[in-house]
């Protein structure tokens, strides 16, 4: 069974960066895609940004220009950059992965002065 888990979330303020982790028990090359979701409460979890096995990244339109997805296949770890943060990007970012779906247990992100 493949275990996802994040890490690097915290207390930001606006402006700030942060980097996300998620390390993939397993390795992270068998998964086709690698995506990073967001959940603010009382809300759908919505893809922040994908990352395919070649290399191609795409990002939600509220993100782009700020975050940027990458990968170490040889720590089995992907990144989330995240540059220039709001308040609108505090939640719980979680990493999934895909075909097969795994989900990690998210890490908080707050943006706030």
């Known amino acids: 069974q493949v275990q996802l888990v994040e890490s690097g979330g915290g207390l930001v303020q606006p402006g700030g960066s942060l980097t996300l982790s998620c390390v993939a028990s397993g390795g992270i090359l068998r998964f086709d895609v690698i995506y990073w979701y967001r959940q603010i409460p009382q809300n759908q979890r919505e893809w922040v940004a994908r990352?395919?096995?070649?290399?191609?990244?795409l990002y939600t339109a509220s993100v782009k220009g700020r975050f940027t997805i990458s990968r170490d296949n040889a720590k089995n770890t992907v990144y989330l950059q995240m540059n220039n943060l709001t308040s609108e990007d505090t939640g719980s970012y979680y990493c999934?992965?895909?075909?097969?779906?795994?989900w990690g247990q998210g890490t908080q992100v707050t943006v706030s002065s």
């Open positions: 990352l395919t096995n070649s290399g191609f990244a």
């Open positions: 999934k992965t895909w075909p097969d779906e795994n």
